[in-house]
């Protein structure tokens, strides 16, 4: 079994880029609210304090592993004396019954960090796999999924490196990335047109312009402006995606959103956008199960 540096750095997806800032956070953050006031009363309590133990972090169903940074980061957190041996980089695609971590150190550390680590994994690994599952579904086209800003408050950093993990693209990490035009905002400016000419006037030379449409109508006024980089085009029918890809001739980029899913993200795909978004990759991925075995 391949034997893996264990630090935080070591462990992140080569092509998925999360800073060591964002993960020191997180860890404090989140053992923050599990130790509350008083720590681990239960393994104090029970534990003698110079006890060791050995442990094995186990992936129970195949999937894709994310979020082995921030497990590293907890146990260390709580004990560096804690020893870790990692047999997988976040990205990889697990069988079941994988051994994912070997860890031994200070068996109060290792016992009253074991739920924070595995929340982190458990939860960024389900993120991946079913990212994962989305891009399987789209070989062969040019097509990129893309996770959108429908993250749980606080852990937006890592469940879009989490997509990462799985293959997947990122989109905006935030308002202050691109401009992006939607239905009320249209509304409330007084039109498509209108909308696209102030938005052009503010944004600088490198912030580029999505417009959403719901209608191949106000996609055509998208063309004739001229003023966007991208249109995203809102729960369109597959028929509606392929007259909109045609009607927009490579002019400027198309992204697919609203309604997609695993069932029908292989026929978006063949349509010919350049993108299709969904929530779902954060929202609705359900966690991957991960287990600690204490094997002293």
């Known amino acids: 079994m391949e034997r893996i540096m264990t630090t935080p750095a070591s462990l992140l997806h080569p092509d998925a880029f999360l800073s060591p800032l964002a993960i020191d956070e997180a860890v404090h953050r989140a053992l923050d609210e599990d130790l509350g006031r008083a720590g681990d009363i239960t393994s ?5 304090e110079t006890a060791k133990a050995h442990a094995i972090l186990v992936a129970r169903q195949a999937g894709v592993i994310a979020g082995l940074p921030l497990a590293v980061a907890t146990f260390r957190t709580l004990s560096p004396d804690i020893r870790i041996e990692a047999h997988v980089r ?4 697990v069988a079941a019954g994988l051994h994912v971590l070997t860890i031994s150190g200070p068996a109060r550390a290792l016992l009253t960090a074991e739920r924070t680590a595995l929340n982190f994994v458990g939860r960024l690994s389900g993120i991946a796999t079913l990212t994962a599952d989305y891009v399987r579904r789209t070989e062969g086209t040019k097509m990129r999924i893309c996770c959108t800003r429908k993250t749980t408050p606080g852990l937006r950093a890592l469940e879009k490196y989490a997509v990462r993990c799985g293959g997947g693209f990122n989109h905006r990490f935030g308002l202050d990335d691109a401009i992006l035009i939607k239905d009320n905002h249209i509304a ?13 006037g503010a944004a600088g030379h490198l912030v580029k312009i999505e417009i ?20 995203l085009i809102d729960n369109f029918s597959i028929a509606q995606m392929k007259k909109a890809v045609a009607m927009a001739s490579g002019s400027l980029v198309i992204e697919a959103s609203g309604g997609i899913t695993l069932d029908n993200i292989a026929a978006v795909a063949a349509t010919g956008v350049d993108y299709a978004s969904s929530g779902a990759l954060t929202h609705s991925a359900p966690n991957l199960d991960v287990a600690l075995d204490i094997t002293i």
């Open 44 to 48: 104090m309590a029970t534990i003698p």
């Open 212 to 231: 959403e449409v719901d209608s191949l109508d106000q996609l055509k006024e998208v063309l004739d402006c001229g003023l966007a980089d991208v249109v």
């Open 90 to 93: 976040d990205g990889a695609a």
């Open 188 to 200: 409330v400016a007084g039109g498509i047109r209108p909308v696209l000419e102030r938005a052009k």
